[in-house]
């Protein structure tokens, strides 16, 4: 082979090698990603066990995982029907929640930002939130002002739900049943 | 399936339930047989170089992310928390969020230690509601959790490192003390307390408890 096809040779593949890196650090947040309806959770992702593309996205954001022992994240960047959630419709996220001694809901932007707002509200927590009379919860994510718990999205093309559930009894009961579902998160309308 | 179902294999320290691997294998070798037929070797052998020198480079920097990255959590912290010393870190707001994806409800202070000289003692006073503490490496991996249902209304432990516990005396009078006792398995990393405001406007109030909480080398 010679020098001129070989250099090039080695510079596609250092292009192509820290593009699957770049993509893979902006993406993803670990390989051990289990899915519930609408929700990604990384349950590895806080622990000593997390995979290197896990380690190498947080270093990467200087996010700082929530222990698994602590509590655990869900996100949500599409609607059950795996359309993308989109700020300037309304969405609606309704169910039950699995047992923990406190969740939040928060909602952000693509980039993981709180969405500025009049009434400073970025999510619930299960103590703000109003439950139905069946102990489901029914929020509404919407640009324009709702009845009920309703969370702003400011009319972003693209935002996502984070829901984290806190000393959730994971470890001790393994199948509890039905409760252990995530809520559904639906669009309804759109402009 | 729920998501209970997934996450008990996890806990017990096995792995998840492996997913269909086999089929896509299949189909790449296929694929592969169906392109050596395709091209010819002077084309087949470069782009099989390529593939494989990407790989070594995509799983090279991958690995290497932690140690190279610049904008860690660790090197943020740093840059407004002095070690081995609780700082509390301003509330998220759309405009500023000193570490990403922080939870908007949590009121978090930050200790960075550092245990080269002597191991670290931490004391955190529990507010009434949820407050949890988790240890992180400098390179940002979590090994160690507890929060205040667990501990009781006083979080209270010493972090040290993996030489200073092996130097502890077995049946020392510190195990039978209600001390708890966390191995680090790295000499400097972070504290990262959080406690839950359930309305916003108990933060301030949280705020307070929280500046209660203290750290610093131990003896």
């Known amino acids: ?191 | 399936m729920s998501v209970l179902d997934f996450l008990s294999p996890v806990r017990r320290g096995r792995l998840l339930p492996r997913t269909a691997r086999p089929q896509p294998l299949r189909r790449l070798r296929r694929a592969w047989d169906r392109l050596k037929a395709a091209l010819p070797r002077q084309v087949l052998l470069p782009a099989a170089i390529l593939v494989v020198l990407a790989g070594i480079v995509h799983l090279v920097t991958i690995l290497a992310m932690p140690i190279l990255a610049q904008n860690t959590a660790f090197h943020r912290l740093s840059q407004l928390a002095p070690a081995n010393q609780m700082t509390l870190l301003p509330d998220a707001t759309p405009a500023d969020m000193t570490l990403p994806m922080t939870d908007p409800a949590f009121v978090t202070a930050v200790c960075l230690y550092d245990l080269r000289a002597r191991p670290l003692r931490l004391r955190v006073p529990a507010s009434e509601d949820y407050t949890s503490v988790s240890f992180y490496t400098a390179r940002g991996v979590a090994f160690y959790a507890l929060n205040d249902q667990a501990a009781g209304r006083v979080i209270e432990l010493d972090l040290l490192s993996p030489a200073q516990r092996a130097a502890l005396p077995e049946d020392e009078e510190i195990t039978a003390a209600d001390r708890l006792v966390v191995e680090s398995p790295s000499e400097r990393g972070i504290a990262l307390i959080r406690a839950y405001a359930r309305y916003p406007d108990l933060r301030p109030q949280i705020r307070r408890q929280l500046e209660a909480a203290n750290c610093a080398p131990s003896n």
Not at chain 1, 142 to 154: D, E, F, I
């Open chain 1, 1 to 191: 082979m010679r020098p001129l096809s070989l250099a090039l040779l080695l510079a596609a593949a250092a292009a192509l090698g820290l593009t699957a890196t770049f993509m893979a650090v902006t993406q993803s947040r670990g390989m051990d990603a289990v899915h519930s309806g609408a929700w990604t959770g990384w349950p590895r992702s806080g622990t000593t066990q997390a995979d290197p593309y896990a380690r190498a996205a947080f270093a990467r954001s200087g996010e700082l995982p929530i222990e698994l022992a602590d509590g655990l994240l869900f996100l949500a960047t599409k609607d059950n029907g795996g359309a993308p959630l989109d700020g300037r419709c309304d969405i609606r996220i309704v169910g039950q929640l699995p047992q923990a001694r406190v969740w939040t809901l928060t909602v952000m932007d693509e980039d993981g930002r709180l969405i500025a707002n009049d009434a400073h509200r970025y999510g619930f927590t299960s103590n703000e939130v109003v439950f139905r009379p069946d102990g489901a919860v029914d929020v509404a994510l919407s640009p324009k002002a709702q009845a009920g718990n309703w969370l702003p999205t400011g009319g972003r093309a693209r935002v996502k739900v984070a829901l984290r559930l806190y000393d959730a009894p994971f470890s001790f009961s393994s199948a509890t049943g039905e409760s252990s579902a995530l809520p559904s998160v639906q669009t309804e309308r759109c402009p």
